[in-house]
């Protein structure tokens, strides 16, 4: 019996940019205390990896950005975007009251 190879597992942030967002890149200098960066465990790129996740989750939760979009701009799968938002407490999803009773209704009526 033959068996598959392993299959490689994708890098947690392997995503690119697409190169028409790459040639708009921009580095912006944040001054940060080298203690905490030392207490941290984390490199400076880890650091900064995750500043951008954050600032882009910020931009989903005041509706400047959609979670997609912030996802391939954090250069993120979209999945662990959203697990992000999650532990965040970003809402993904703005559904107002009103909606949200029709869709009811209309999931009722369907089935």
Known sequence: MMTKPARKRKPRYGFGMPPSTAKHLRSI???LDQSALDESGRDEQTVAREMRAYWLA???RDGRMGFTRAASLAQMPVGAFLRLLGRLRVPVLEVSEDELLRQLQDAREAG
């Open 29 to 31: 200098p944040v001054e």
């Open 58 to 60: 910020e931009q989903v």
